[in-house]
């Protein structure tokens, strides 16, 4: 009956018509602090959900936040792990939410973040490892933020690094995996090629231009890829609302980047 929930939930975060998701994480509070964008957690949301986003991440706290009477629907992926930009050990994640404890909130998936090439890596596979168990026990599906990351990384953009960091996803049990884009469709072809389960892109730091976000949506997509899960270059744009609309369109209609361009004008 488990396998039944995680479908039905699956289809709350993920188009059903191509079983692609535009997901907008909203998590960077913890880690970074209020910064432009999240400072009204509602506003946002609101803004986010009416370009027709599939779902939002947040923590736990921000649940009753952010949560809308009225307007249009929105999935709802609570992230279960975290780390500080102020401790010593910024890239080690510790888990701070129980799957139990998302199911309560009204989650339709969970989240956790990830680091390999780190001293701490251990921990955090072992967390992983805990809570894909958790996830499919209770028939929730699990997005699992994947990041080369550490003193042994070199470059986390590297397509070796960053295959390998997607492939650590799909083998311990996510249900989709959420990696850096590595520059081109041909390189991200690689990434997806050898994970088994749907993979989409982080958005990293806030871009100066609109086109280059939009290309590399449109250039994962030409990979292989299953759509995205963008945070700064949707809540701090100008206006949230059409840069969602114009994601949507690349990825639900297979609208040129041009015409995506467009929505934004």
């Not at 139990?100 to 969970?110: F, N, S, T, Y």
């Not at 805990?130 to 699992?144: A, D, H, K, M, Q």
């Not at 042994?152 to 492939?167: F, G, S, T």
């Amino acid at each position: 009956m488990t396998i039944i929930g995680k479908h039905i939930r699956m289809e709350r975060i993920m188009d059903r018509k191509t079983g692609r998701t535009l997901i907008v994480p909203l998590d960077h509070g913890v880690s970074v602090g209020p910064i432009h964008g999240i400072t009204d957690i509602k506003k946002t949301v609101a803004q986010i959900a009416e370009g027709g986003a599939n779902a939002i991440v947040e923590h736990k706290g921000l649940v009753g936040a952010g949560h809308r009477r009225g307007g249009s629907d929105i999935g709802l992926i609570v992230h279960l792990s975290a780390s500080t930009s102020l401790s010593v050990y910024p890239h080690s994640k510790t888990l701070v939410c129980s799957v139990e404890e998302a199911l309560k909130l009204g989650a339709d998936a969970v989240s956790i973040h990830v680091n390999i090439g780190n001293g701490q890596e251990k921990e955090m596979l072992n967390d992983f490892g805990r809570v894909s168990y958790e996830s499919r026990n209770w028939g929730i599906p699990l997005l699992v933020m994947m990041y080369p990351r550490g003193e042994k990384i070199k470059d986390e953009y590297d397509v070796e690094v960053v295959k390998h960091a997607a492939r650590v996803g799909c083998e311990m049990g996510a249900d989709i995996v959420k990696v850096s884009y590595t520059g081109s469709p041909e390189s991200f072809a690689k990434v997806v090629e050898g994970c088994t389960v749907p993979v989409v892109i982080a958005g990293g730091a806030k871009m100066d231009s609109d086109r280059d976000i939009l290309e590399m949506v449109k250039g994962s997509i030409e990979a292989g890829g299953a759509g995205v899960s963008i945070g700064r270059n949707v809540f701090q744009h100008d206006n949230p609302t059409l840069m969602v609309k114009a994601m949507a369109a690349i990825l639900f209609d297979n609208a040129s980047v041009e015409d995506a361009l467009k929505i934004l004008t």
